[in-house]
């Protein structure tokens, strides 16, 4: 049974930060192309940040500059470092790992808020 597991949300105010941890457990993490998504209320999911399995990355232009996704395949872990935070951030943060066909999975979410 394949699990990611997201942590690190919280209630921030603007300016500040958070990281964001999904722990995975699947075999061959290393092959996974890995993402974090977000849904705020009313709104449609939309992919935040993205890294490959060689850690070619790309961003939402709505993030680039303020936040930063890596991996860590010994950990089998995915991070989002986000800064500088603002209120248009507030949603509900997804892990997704991305292996093929009928190799993609999703966390359950977390919670970011960021508000004054």
């Known amino acids: 049974q394949v699990q990611l597991v997201e942590s690190g949300g919280g209630l921030v105010q603007p300016g500040e930060s958070l990281r964001l941890s999904c722990a995975a457990s699947?075999?061959?993490?290393?092959?996974?192309?890995l993402g974090w998504y977000r849904q705020a209320p009313g709104k449609q999911r939309e992919l935040v940040a993205a890294?490959?399995?060689?850690?070619?990355?790309n961003y939402a232009d709505s993030v680039k500059g303020r936040f930063t996704i890596s991996r860590d395949n010994a950990k089998k872990t995915v991070y989002l470092q986000m800064n500088s935070l603002k209120p248009e951030d507030t949603a509900i943060y997804y892990c997704?790992?991305?292996?093929?066909?009928?190799?993609?999975?999703w966390g359950q979410g977390t919670q970011v808020t960021v508000s004054s």
């Open positions: 997704n790992a991305h292996g093929g066909i009928s190799r993609d999975y």
């Open positions: 699947i075999n061959i993490f290393s092959i996974y192309v």
């Open positions: 890294i490959s399995n060689g850690g070619t990355t």
